[in-house]
């Protein structure tokens, strides 16, 4: 599944689907967590399965409330018969989060992808993805739900940088969904007008290791699928470098463009080709 961008839409905003699936986001989320108050739950629900129910231009994932809410095995029943494409699971606190949605799933099971820092003890369980990664499509991370559980004033500076205990979780997040072999999703940008400000994150986001990222307006998919998409140069860069070892498989060390190239960079050059296969579906 290719996400470089996955778009949130609250669920019980119906009108909003088909311009969220048109907007050339990857992915579209329906949310029925945080942007839905709890009186229009049922309604965001009956919303959710109608739209499922039809024809979808892109991957539909449906984040539901968490596995201890009380409210997520109705919010289940209303996604799963559509088979949506995905789940998105809040508050999840690593791989027993993860094996408690898949025991409610039983044999309705759809992949997983979970929001992976929410909690304090969801940090420490960053290690664990590994042991159901079969059952996800990717992992990604929070700045919101995290602070305000620890009673911390902000996650971010005055210039809009995390702080450093978010440095941290972010940077945890981004290896354990390398070290789990799934895709690594970045978190929302919230300032939704600044288009400069998203460019940049994004590029920053791509550059440290993630292969994603969520996006809270239509405006920011353009931006986000830009930034993860490989440039013609890094692709040309990428296909020589993959013929130079091509070319000679007992090469250790090579040198091109007045540049010292081993295996490591082979293994990136891998990568962005592969990524920009998968931009190009």
Not at 5 to 16: I, K, T, W, Y
Not at 30 to 41: G, I, P, R, T
Not at 258 to 275: F, N, S, V, Y
Request: net charge negative; aromatic share 6%; hydrophobic share 50%.
């Amino acid at each position: 599944m290719k996400l470089r961008s996955l778009l949130f839409v609250p669920a019980d905003r119906p009108e909003r689907f088909s311009k969220a699936a048109a907007s050339g986001a990857d992915a579209v989320i329906l949310d029925l967590e945080d942007s839905v108050a709890l009186a229009a739950k049922d309604g965001a629900r009956d919303a959710v399965a109608e739209y499922l129910a039809g024809p979808r231009p892109c991957p539909v994932f449906v984040r539901i409330n968490p596995v201890d809410s009380g409210m997520a095995a109705a919010d289940l029943a209303a996604a799963l018969p559509g088979r949506p494409d995905g789940i998105m699971l809040p508050k999840a606190e690593g791989a027993e989060t993860v094996g408690t949605l898949l025991a409610m799933m039983g044999a309705q099971a759809v992949p997983i992808l979970p929001i992976a820092t929410e909690t304090p003890a969801a940090v420490f369980e960053l290690g664990s993805y590994g042991d159901v990664r079969a059952a996800l499509c990717g992992l990604t991370w929070g700045a919101e739900d995290l602070p305000a559980a620890i009673g911390a004033a902000t996650a971010r500076e005055d210039d809009g940088r995390y702080t450093p205990p978010y440095e941290l979780v972010r940077s945890l997040a981004l290896f354990g969904a390398h070290k789990a072999g799934v895709a690594a999703i970045e978190t929302v940008y919230p300032a939704l007008a600044d288009l400069d400000g998203l460019a940049r994150y994004a590029a920053r986001a791509r550059r440290d290791g993630f292969t994603g990222m969520m996006a809270l307006h239509p405006a920011q998919v353009p931006v986000i699928n830009q930034a993860f998409t490989p440039t013609p140069a890094e692709i040309d860069h990428a296909r020589r470098v993959v013929a130079l070892f091509a070319a000679d498989p007992a090469l250790g060390v090579v040198q091109l463009d007045g540049r010292m190239i081993d295996r490591p960079h082979l293994k990136q050059a891998e990568a962005i080709l592969a990524l920009a296969a998968r931009s190009q579906r």
